[in-house]
């Protein structure tokens, strides 16, 4: 699986390094973009929003098409009640125990720049885009709690989620952006090389 996944990144890596170099117009670039996001949302483990970080970094690959490996992260804590089942209900191991979840979806994501057909202003960029990835999860749970430790098996590994987004420039190397998406929302710094 994972080497049907690498295989075409590394092919539209090489291929975007060849375009680039054959790109001459003097067209507005969009890549070499760090982008640093906070905002809120999830990824289907949790059944409410939480804070959420993200970063990716864009390269071109296209007139107006960028690619960006991409990584999140959030984490929570929540709580089930455990007794041992050898012990009466009164024994003290029956309390309330936590776990933390810590989710790191990483990937890539496609975006498309809309600037050529809005007729955008040099300061304003618009895009749609589309993320793909895996979700890696880790649940922590507290010491002494030998219960049942599955959580949330439902949701799937698979990370995918569609984006649509402008950032407003406020020099050329630095600009603010807003990214809302059908998973988190993000709010953030882009800092153009």
Do not use: C
């Not at 906070?38 to 970094?57: E, K, W």
């Not at 804590?77 to 050898?86: A, D, E, F, I, T």
């Amino acid at each position: 699986m994972k080497k049907l996944i690498i295989i075409p990144l590394l092919l539209l890596s090489a291929l975007s390094v060849n375009i680039i170099a054959q790109d001459k117009s003097g067209s507005e670039k969009f890549g070499s973009t760090l982008n640093l996001g906070l905002g809120i949302g999830y990824y289907g483990y949790v059944g409410h929003s939480l804070p959420v970080g993200t970063i990716n970094y864009e390269f071109d690959v296209a007139r107006n098409f960028t690619l960006a490996p991409f990584a999140g992260i959030y984490s929570y804590q929540n709580y089930s009640y455990w007794g041992n089942p050898n012990k009466p209900g009164w024994d003290p191991s029956y309390r309330q125990y936590s776990y933390r979840e810590t989710d790191v979806p990483v990937g890539i994501n496609g975006t498309y720049y809309f600037d050529q057909l809005f007729h955008a202003n040099s300061k304003w960029d618009f895009y749609a885009a589309g993320s793909v990835g895996f979700v890696f999860r880790s649940v922590v749970w507290e010491n002494d709690y030998y219960g049942n430790k599955q959580v949330n098996q439902s949701a799937s590994p698979l990370y995918m989620d569609m984006h649509i987004g402008t950032e407003y420039h406020l020099t050329s190397k630095t600009g603010l952006f807003v990214d809302l998406s059908t998973g988190v929302s993000t709010f953030g710094l882009a800092v153009h090389f």
